[in-house]
């Protein structure tokens, strides 16, 4: 784990970046073009480009090695923004659509690349206790990114701003590139170093096949989807929200709940480390449900008007939760195969993507005339709904073996939960 570490350190440093890199531009394009509409066609456009480069991204993970794929996306962003740097300010306003198109498909790249790799990396009985190390790193570096980003901005300058974005990039890519990583199975690894037998194979329609042999793969990726949708209701609801509570200082409750958050998410990466270790098990499907449903409606309470100190608690429990079901969900998607595995995580890119862009208008829509609550309620409440059915599903598959061991009048073995395992075997 070692290495691995150090992968976490770069991840979390480009991650940095990327967080910082996502409020400069979108504050740098409103200022020099004076435009709300063009600054939301910005980030309209890098929204689709997150979405389509998902499909994308699964097939060339599949077909290529992942390592120079993550230092080729981390390099390809920094040389964007000196691009950016060097050029007059007549040209920006061009160019800057352009970043946002290589930032947003260079960031799901690398993104689908690393998911995909960490089995290889670490091996598949520390997937879990990585996948934490991951989240609890780019937990670390949101807020970093989010809360520097306008002290650098206002003290620094936009110049600044971006050298630091394409400094980042660089060291993660250095980090990448120096450490003796392997990122795909050695088994289906070919000898000249390109795409192992059989992957990528079965064109576009690929990663649908293999949703129909997995249904309950299908149905996660729903589900995350779905989260995607209640994620955006509740980042475009926190400002109105925090403002309300204290229109003289807005955002107090803001830098709250996501400092909280952040601690959530680090506690849950540390209580999944310690199940691991102790049980040799991952969560399975049933986990991700009920963190998903504890996820949405510790969300809801935030928002339902309760004194500081109970919204923070509440904040506490999303984070943990969210932090929670990432873990177990990217961990159950790198159960499948190496070769299919690029193509799940690229097609689970698309459908988070997909859901958060689509949160965003919608949600952004409904806030001009609803109160934060309903609108984070009824995303929210989407989720709940959803993951409500998938928990029935697997608790209706995991008692019919039970009443057939039942019927033949045998008992299921000490200590093994027939349902769980039923779950992870699907």
């Known amino acids: ?29 409103y200022h020099v073009t004076g435009s709300a509409l063009t ?16 499909f994308v991204a699964g097939r060339l993970v599949s077909r290529h090695d992942r390592k120079r794929l993550m230092v080729g996306a981390d390099l390809t962003q920094a040389t964007a923004l000196g691009v950016l740097l060097l050029t ?19 960031s799901t790249l690398s993104q689908v690349a690393l998911r995909s790799s960490v089995p290889e990396i670490v091996g598949a009985e520390l997937r879990t206790r990585a996948n934490g190390l991951l989240v609890t790193g780019r937990s670390l570096a949101m807020i970093a990114g989010f809360a ?33 990583l392997r990122t795909r199975a050695a088994a289906e690894a070919p000898a000249g170093g390109g795409a192992p037998e059989g992957a990528g194979t079965g064109g576009r329609w690929a990663s649908l096949t293999m949703l129909r042999a997995a249904p309950l793969l299908a149905v996660m990726i729903a589900v995350r ?32 709940f996501w400092a909280t958050w952040a601690i959530g998410n680090i506690v849950a990466q540390q209580l999944c480390g310690r199940f691991t270790g102790k049980g040799g098990l991952a969560p399975g499907e049933r986990a991700f449900a009920l963190g998903s449903i504890v996820m949405s409606a510790a ?118 939960d027939v349902s769980t395992a039923e779950g992870r075997s699907s």
């Open 148 to 180: 520097s980003s306008g002290v650098v901005v206002a003290q620094l300058g936009y110049a600044t701003a971006f050298a630091l974005d394409a400094a980042t990039f660089v060291i993660s890519a250095v980090i990448l590139f120096l450490l003796p």
């Open 299 to 416: 969300f809801i309470v935030v928002f339902s008007g309760l004194p500081t100190v109970p919204a923070v608690i509440a904040a506490l429990i999303a984070g943990m939760a969210d932090g929670f079901t990432e873990i177990v969900y990217v961990t159950r998607l790198q159960a499948a195969p190496d070769a299919q595995r690029g193509r799940l995580f690229g097609l689970s890119a698309s459908a988070e993507n997909a859901g958060f862009g689509l949160g965003m208008i919608v949600s952004a829509a409904l806030l001009e005339y609803v109160a934060p609550l309903p609108v984070v309620a009824a995303f929210h409440g989407l989720a709940i709904a959803l993951c409500a059915g998938l928990l029935a599903v697997l608790l209706r598959r995991g008692a019919a073996p039970a009443r057939r061991e039942q019927e033949r009048g045998e008992g299921p073995a000490p200590g093994r």
């Open 1 to 29: 784990m070692g290495h691995f570490r150090l992968l976490v350190v770069g991840n979390g440093i480009s991650a940095y970046g990327s967080y910082l890199n996502m409020v400069a531009l979108n504050v740098f394009i």
């Open 225 to 256: 989807s779905v989260d995607g949708l209640g994620s955006s209701s509740h980042n475009v609801a926190l400002p109105i929200y925090s403002s309300s509570l204290d229109p003289g200082h807005p955002a107090t409750f803001i830098s709250q």
């Open 88 to 106: 007059p300010d007549g040209g920006r306003v061009a160019l800057l659509f352009a970043l946002a198109v290589v930032t947003g498909s260079c």
């Open 39 to 54: 600054a939301g066609l910005f980030m309209a456009l890098r929204l689709v480009t997150n979405v389509l480069a998902g």
